[in-house]
């Protein structure tokens, strides 16, 4: 998938009832461009620029992105299949499924969302709460896709554990496959 396919993809990761959030948008970290979308759960972005426009009007977000997008995987990131990873996301209806991966409770319905049509065959995966400030699940492929999936918070258990079928090394995942 071409940086342009994955700056389409973006704008399933919106949210049309908000303002704030109802297309994806550019932002700038140092002297690359990021194409990114939310909807307040997960943030993602697409090194390049898409065809949106600069986000540069709200200083708190713009400095909560570019601190997301200025992070790399902790040295506890591990690699680990795209579609292993979303066949234990997947579920037969549209209700939390919480799940833990990395240290973090998900909703795995949202979490096999995010990684539909993903054309990567691994990923880094690393609790990036520490970074985020909350329960925070962090994805990356190379350098060309970030991902941050808000964990579940409360008292919510998870149903399951997601374990690696193998533990490929942190290498792999920074290969992306084209």
């Not at 713009?62 to 997301?68: D, E």
């Not at 993903?118 to 991902?147: K, Q």
């Not at 079928?165 to 942190?170: K, L, M």
């Amino acid at each position: 998938m071409a940086t342009s396919s994955l700056v389409n993809y973006l704008s399933q990761m919106t949210d049309p009832d908000d303002d704030s959030f109802k297309e994806p948008f550019t932002i700038v970290v140092g002297n690359d461009k990021w194409t990114a979308a939310s909807d307040r759960v997960w943030f993602v972005a697409v090194r390049g620029a898409g065809s949106y426009p600069l986000w540069d009007t709200d200083e708190d977000r713009i400095r909560n992105a570019k601190s997301l997008l200025s992070c790399t995987p902790t040295d506890a990131a591990i690699s680990v299949s795209t579609s292993d990873l979303l066949a234990w996301a997947r579920s037969e209806d549209d209700d939390i499924h919480p799940g833990m991966v990395a240290g973090v409770v998900v909703d795995r319905v949202r979490l096999a969302q995010l990684l539909t049509g993903l054309p990567f065959n691994n990923v880094l995966v690393w609790n990036a709460s520490e970074v985020v400030g909350m329960a925070c699940l962090g994805l990356a492929a190379g350098d060309r896709w970030r991902a941050f999936l808000a964990g579940l918070i409360g008292s919510v258990k998870a149903e399951t554990t997601f374990t690696p079928n193998a533990q490929r090394s942190t290498f792999d995942a920074l290969m992306v496959d084209d």
